[in-house]
């Protein structure tokens, strides 16, 4: 098992940047595709990103394309979501989320069911 612990949420205002982090604990964090969500209110939750076990493949969904970056250190069994060019569509409280990846080659999962384990989430505000 492992466990997910976000923070770096926040209040900003709009064309700012934040660094989220996901901290891991529990089993070896490198064997873990790690994934960021969110959920604004009265919306289901969705995909924002994802990277590999090792972090050279990365996926993001269209709509943060070119402002946010996944990344992570397995050697802090941490994982960082860079998020800039913010805006109010982008108010939500951010979840990270952690997979054992399927021995086929696949190395994003973009579903809110194809993941194991979750943090408990923080939450980012964007004031216009």
């Known amino acids: 098992q492992v466990q997910l612990v976000e923070s770096g949420g926040g209040l900003v205002q709009a064309g700012d940047s934040l660094r989220l982090s996901c901290a891991a604990s529990g089993r070896t964090f490198s064997s873990y595709t790690i994934a960021w969500f969110r959920q604004a209110p009265g919306r289901e939750r969705e995909f924002v990103a994802t990277i590999n076990q090792s972090g050279p493949n990365t996926y993001y969904a269209a709509s943060v394309r070119g402002r946010f970056t996944i990344s992570r250190d397995n050697a802090k069994n941490t994982a960082y979501l860079q998020m800039n060019s913010l805006g109010p569509g982008d108010t939500a409280v951010y979840y990270c989320?952690?997979?054992?990846?399927?021995?086929?080659?696949?190395?994003?999962?973009?579903?809110?069911?194809?993941?194991?384990?979750w943090g408990q989430g923080t939450q980012v505000t964007v004031s216009s």
């Open positions: 989320a952690a997979r054992i990846p399927d021995d086929n080659g696949r190395y994003y999962y973009t579903d809110t069911n194809e993941y194991d384990y």
